[in-house]
Nanobody
Framework: QVQLVESGGGLVQAGGSLRLSCAAS????????MGWFRQAPGKEREFVAA????????DYSDSVKGRFTISRDNAQNSVSLQMNSLKPEDTAIYYC????????????????WGQGTQVTVSS
C-alpha cells in the first residue's frame, strides 16, 4: 500500500524560502513519478513539479520554473520541493502525489496522494 506524508509547510514572507518534504512508502513499484501539486482557495488543483524516480528527470510548471527545485533522496525514499523567492500567489495547499509510469502534469494521472500541507506567503 502506498503512503505519502508531506511536511514542511508554513507561513513565510514574500521573497522567503520553504522546503517541503514527502516521505513515500511505495511498496514494490519500480517505475514511478512523484509530483507536487497545489490548490489555492477557489481555484483548481494545478501541477507544480514532478520527478521520475529512476532517471531523476524533472518537470516544472512555468509559474515556478527557476524558483522551485524538486529532488529525491533514494535512501530516505523521499521527495523534496525547495521553494525560493516565494510570492503571495504561491499560497496554497501543496500535495505530494505518485503515479506508476513517467511524468505527466495531469492530476488525474496520479493515483496516490498525500494529505496536503499549507503554504502561506504574506506580502
Amino acid at each position: 500500500q502506498v503512503q505519502l506524508v508531506e511536511s514542511g509547510g508554513g507561513l513565510v514572507q514574500a521573497g522567503g524560502s520553504l522546503r517541503l518534504s514527502c516521505a513515500a512508502s511505495v511498496g514494490t513499484f519500480s517505475y514511478v513519478t512523484m509530483g507536487w501539486f497545489r490548490q489555492a482557495p477557489g481555484k483548481e488543483r494545478e501541477f507544480v513539479a514532478a520527478i521520475t524516480w529512476t532517471t531523476g528527470s524533472t518537470d516544472y510548471s512555468d509559474s515556478v520554473k527557476g524558483r522551485f527545485t524538486i529532488s529525491r533522496d533514494n535512501a530516505q525514499n523521499s521527495v523534496s520541493l525547495q521553494m525560493n523567492s516565494l510570492k503571495p500567489e504561491d499560497t496554497a495547499i501543496y500535495y505530494c502525489a505518485l503515479r506508476v509510469g513517467g511524468a505527466t502534469i495531469s492530476e488525474y494521472d496520479y493515483a496516490y496522494w498525500g494529505q496536503g500541507t499549507q503554504v502561506t506567503v504574506s506580502s
